[in-house]
């Protein structure tokens, strides 16, 4: 499964960026795809994700970013996204976009990674 991460960008801080990830392949309603985050000199750390089949997904998200992003999915379009509303210095960095197995924040549950998308939000 090859993944394209799309969206990232230069914002000013409480405003807003939508990431985009498309899928080659379509998911099974098993799969989930999810994002991931790596900011400058820290760890990488999950951000959301979204389980392929079911009406919403059961979607979830860390409590950094719970109430600001919010994770969806286009079955149609084979494609994730990830709204972020109210973005802070502290969200600034580069995006991943994971494909896996089952729903999880563990990043050793995802098979597949896209190439990141940076994020930068200024003061």
């Known amino acids: 499964v090859q993944l394209q991460a799309s969206g990232g960008g230069l914002v000013q801080a409480g405003g807003s960026l939508r990431l985009s990830c498309v899928a080659s392949?379509?998911?099974?309603?098993?799969?989930?795809m999810g994002w991931f985050r790596q900011g400058p000199g820290k760890e990488r750390e999950f951000v959301a994700a979204i389980r392929w089949g079911g009406g919403n997904g059961s979607p979830y998200y860390s409590d950094s970013v719970k109430g600001r992003f919010t994770i969806s999915k286009s079955n149609a379009k084979n494609t994730q996204y990830l709204q972020m509303n109210s973005l802070t210095p502290e969200d600034t960095a580069v995006y991943y976009c994971?494909?896996?197995?089952?729903?999880?924040?563990?990043?050793?549950?995802?098979?597949?990674w896209g190439q990141g998308t940076l994020v930068t939000v200024s003061s």
């Open positions: 392949r379509r998911p099974f309603t098993t799969d989930a």
């Open positions: 994971s494909f896996g197995r089952s729903l999880s924040s563990r990043s050793s549950a995802y098979d597949y």
